[in-house]
């Protein structure tokens, strides 16, 4: 209990109001300071989006800024790549057209790569063209294009405004699941698919949550469906129950009052292309739905009594398939934990995945900031999904070890955050609105036109298991017990009892 309430006067940067002889009993059982000697920065907000590369969402945004390590148009893979007279397809602009469901499994990614099975050779990155082909349909159009900067508008601005990261990989080059357990973990304890049968038992290992829950700090999970974060079996503890939220009202509430935790995590709505089967075929109403969202989410911490203790990690899981030209890091890359891969491949996580979008957001960020890679801690160090972990131990001066061998490895990125002696004041308060919706709506007329080349794509590919295949484990299905104790009358639990009761009653604690 003393714990629990330390770590929500951490969170919030309010005093909560107990009697003073309680505080004092409290500070001398206690646990770490609140963060008093790190820097500025007191909440992380960590944003995970799905399946793009780096080319595919910012490789255009080189032409707003040169020093960014993007796309011209002079890019180009290969048709076949042991057959030169087969032809090149060159990397084009224009994104919103394409089908979004490229290659993104282990093999897939490998010959995307590689040009092969063949993964001892350099990353060449010769292959997407040749494998989107091997999917049956016309997969090439999808793979060979990125969105020009004005249809990702709040992309541009952010880009413009904050920092851009062209040297982030996904951690592992698979698909969905095996990254996204990296990004708190450090390791995807072995998998490099997304197991449905494994991912509901829970993978067992050490994260970043618990980590900053024992330092006496705060983590909030912000949902929208299952949250990803349970695949963490760990997560599933009754005492980080009150740690998740449903994102709509409380992420807001939270900002609003000045009670986000130090750790934010935001979960997608990651099933509404199954449920709705129209956004399936249409990726650019997609794009369109995850613009408005990194929009509301931007906007909501802007405005936020939090603001300038605030760094937004933004990035995507994996690649989905989509081109990046930047090889793909394959040497002195260590294994988290020395776990192998399943056969057939027993990979032994000693290289990368393609790189993908990286976007940090703080009022302490200079404009138009561009990062490439690390400087150490090792020669051979990256940006990659474990890094988030990494500097969220040197922000919040974390007592514990590295979570495994690979955060220990990945570089870190608190000194962008160190140039300024005090915030900015001139982020924008609103991002620019999405615009592209007429467009995408005539090319989703165009594609009716040719249904046969779009239902042949469909029926040769192979099918994945859903992105999130886990029940609802029982103790968080039934809603959590009222806070009648509760002694911190303007932190979580009173605004989730709020929230409740305006959600109806009935439990009320909604999944989605
Ligand atoms: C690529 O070219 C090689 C050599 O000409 C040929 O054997 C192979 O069948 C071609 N692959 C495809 C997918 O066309
Ligand atoms: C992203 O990957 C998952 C599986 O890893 C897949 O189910 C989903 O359709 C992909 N989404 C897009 C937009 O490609
Ligand atoms: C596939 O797309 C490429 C790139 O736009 C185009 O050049 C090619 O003609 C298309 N092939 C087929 C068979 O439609
Ligand atoms: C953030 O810091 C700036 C500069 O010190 C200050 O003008 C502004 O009011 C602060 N904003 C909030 C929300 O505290
Ligand atoms: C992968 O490991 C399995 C046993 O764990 C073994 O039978 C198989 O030969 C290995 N495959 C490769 C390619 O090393």
């Known amino acids: 209990m003393a714990a629990v309430r330390l770590r929500r006067m951490c969170s919030a940067g309010r005093r909560p109001r107990l009697p003073a002889a309680v505080l004092l009993v409290l500070v001398l059982l206690a646990a770490p300071p609140c963060l008093q000697a790190g820097g500025p920065i007191k909440t992380v907000v960590v944003v995970v989006m799905e399946n793009r590369s780096f080319d595919h969402m910012l490789g255009w945004m080189k032409r707003l800024n040169p020093e960014i390590d993007g796309v011209t148009g002079g890019e180009w893979n290969p048709v076949n790549t042991t057959d030169p007279a087969a032809g090149r397809v060159y990397f084009g602009e224009g994104a919103q057209y394409v089908d979004p469901d490229p290659g993104h499994s282990f093999q897939e ?107 006496g700090l705060s983590f909030g999970v912000y949902f929208q469906d299952v949250p990803a974060v349970l695949f963490y079996r760990n997560l599933r503890k009754l005492k980080y129950l009150l740690d998740f939220h449903p994102f709509h009202p409380t992420f807001r509430d939270h900002a609003r009052r000045g009670s986000l935790p130090n750790y934010a995590v935001i979960e997608q709505h990651y099933l509404d292309s199954k449920l709705d089967p129209a956004n399936d075929d249409h990726p650019s109403h997609d794009v369109y739905q995850g613009q408005m969202f990194v929009k509301d989410i931007y906007e909501t911490l802007r405005a936020s009594p939090q603001w300038n203790q605030t760094l937004m990690v933004l990035t995507y899981d994996e690649h989905g398939g989509f081109f990046d030209h930047v090889p793909t890091p394959v040497h002195g890359v260590p294994s988290p934990d020395g776990i192998v891969g399943p056969p057939p491949y027993n990979f032994t996580f000693d290289r990368l995945g393609v790189r993908v979008p990286a976007i940090l957001i703080s009022p302490w960020i200079e404009k138009g900031t561009v990062i490439h890679g690390p400087n150490g801690p090792t020669p051979t160090s990256q940006y990659e999904h474990s890094s988030i972990p990494a500097t969220v131990k040197k922000l919040f001066d974390l007592p514990q070890d590295f979570l495994t061998k690979r955060d220990a490895w990945a570089g870190t990125f608190e000194s962008i955050l160190q140039t300024r002696t005090e915030p900015r004041t001139d982020c924008p308060e609103q991002l620019p609105m999405p615009t592209r919706i007429r467009q995408t709506e005539a090319n989703e007329e165009a594609k009716l036109r040719a249904p046969a080349a779009h239902a042949a794509t469909a029926a040769t590919r192979t099918v994945e298991p859903t992105p999130l295949p886990l029940p609802v484990p029982p103790l968080l299905r039934a809603p959590p017990s009222p806070c009648r104790r509760c002694r911190c009358p303007r932190l979580h639990c009173c605004a989730r009892r709020r929230g409740r009761e305006g959600e109806g009653g009935a439990g009320g604690w909604r999944w989605g």
């Open 109 to 215: 990614i490998r010959q995307q790569i590689f040009g092969s099975d063949d993964a001892s050779g350099p990353a060449r990155m010769d292959g997407f063209v040749q494998q989107a082909r091997s999917l049956g349909g016309n997969m090439t159009d999808a793979v060979m294009h990125g969105f020009a900067p004005d249809s990702v508008a709040v992309y541009r601005e952010l880009v413009a405004q904050f920092a851009v990261c062209d040297r982030w990989f996904a951690s592992v080059p698979s698909s969905t699941q095996p990254n996204r357990l990296f990004v708190h973990s450090g390791t995807s304890g072995g998998a490099t698919s997304n197991n449905p049968q494994l991912l509901a038992e829970g993978y067992p290992q050490q994260t970043i949550f618990d980590n900053i829950h024992d330092a």
